[in-house]
C-alpha cells in the first residue's frame, strides 16, 4: 500500500510566521501534489511537481512556495502566514503506472491567528 | 479545460434507504473519473474509478457509478446505505496524468 505521511496533524500558527508543511511518500511516485481543502470550495491545487527540484503552479499559488529536494518528500512553505491561509492542507502522489489515481496524505489543520 | 459540477452539497438519508450522489463533469477530450471518500479528519480515499471499458464500476463496500459519456456525468449510488457511509465524497476528473480536477463535495449524513 502507499503510504503518504504529512509531519503534523493540526498546527497552529501566528500571522506572519513561517510555516514548513511536509509530506513523504514511500512508493517511488514521481508526481506529488499540494492541495488546500476549504468547506464549499473542494480542493484547490496550490503546486504539483513532476521530478526532484521541479515545480509547477496550481490554481492558487500565491503566499505558497514548494520545495523537492528528494523523490520522497514534497514541503510546502507558507513564507508569511496569514489569517486568510488557515485551511486543511493535503498533500497526495501519483505514480506513473498510467492508472492516474492520487493517493491522499492524512491532511495538515493549520490555523493562522 | 475540465470542470467538475457536484450539485448537491448535502445529502440527508436515513439508514438503508438508497442513494444517489450526483456529479457531472465538462471535457472536449476523453476523460478518466473517480471518486474519493473522505472520512471525519482524514484525508481521501479512492473509492472507486472508470479508466475503461465497462461504463459501471463498483466499489467493494456496496457503491456504484456509472460513466454516461452522452450525459457527461459519473452518478455515485449505494441501494441501501450505513451510518459508516457518512462522509464526503468527491468526483474528480482527469484526461491524464498529473492534475485531477475536483468537484466542491457533497456531504452524505445517514440517520437511523
Known amino acids: 500500500d502507499v503510504k503518504v505521511t504529512q509531519s503534523s496533524r493540526y498546527l497552529v500558527k501566528r500571522t506572519g510566521e513561517k510555516v514548513f508543511l511536509e509530506c513523504v511518500q514511500d512508493?517511488?511516485?514521481?508526481?506529488m501534489f499540494w492541495y488546500r481543502q476549504d468547506p464549499g470550495l473542494g480542493l484547490r491545487l496550490i503546486y504539483f511537481s513532476y521530478d526532484v527540484k521541479m515545480k509547477e503552479k496550481g490554481d492558487i499559488p500565491e503566499g505558497y512556495s514548494v520545495s523537492r529536494e528528494k523523490k520522497e518528500r514534497f514541503s510546502l512553505i507558507l513564507e508569511s502566514a496569514s489569517t486568510n491561509q488557515t485551511s486543511m492542507y493535503l498533500c497526495?502522489?501519483?505514480?506513473?503506472?498510467?492508472?492516474?489515481?492520487?493517493?491522499f496524505g492524512p491532511g495538515t489543520r493549520l490555523t493562522v491567528l | 479545460a475540465q470542470s467538475v459540477t457536484q450539485l448537491d452539497s448535502q445529502v440527508p438519508v436515513f439508514e438503508e434507504a438508497p442513494v444517489e450522489l450526483r456529479c457531472n463533469y465538462s471535457s472536449s477530450v476523453s476523460v478518466y473519473l473517480f471518486w474519493y471518500v473522505q472520512y471525519p479528519n482524514q484525508g481521501l480515499q479512492l473509492l472507486l474509478k472508470?479508466?475503461?471499458?465497462?461504463?459501471l464500476v463498483e466499489s467493494i463496500n456496496g457503491f456504484e457509478a456509472e460513466f454516461n459519456k452522452s450525459q457527461t456525468s459519473f452518478h455515485l449510488r449505494k441501494p441501501s446505505v450505513h451510518i459508516s457511509d457518512t462522509a464526503e465524497y468527491f468526483c474528480?476528473?482527469?484526461?491524464?496524468?498529473?492534475?485531477?480536477?475536483f468537484g466542491t463535495g457533497t456531504r452524505l449524513l445517514v440517520s437511523p
Open positions: 472508470y479508466l475503461s471499458g465497462s461504463t
Open positions: 474528480a476528473v482527469t484526461t491524464g496524468f498529473q492534475k485531477l480536477v
Open positions: 497526495a502522489t501519483q505514480g506513473l503506472a498510467g492508472v492516474y489515481e492520487q493517493f
Open positions: 512508493m517511488d511516485h514521481e508526481n
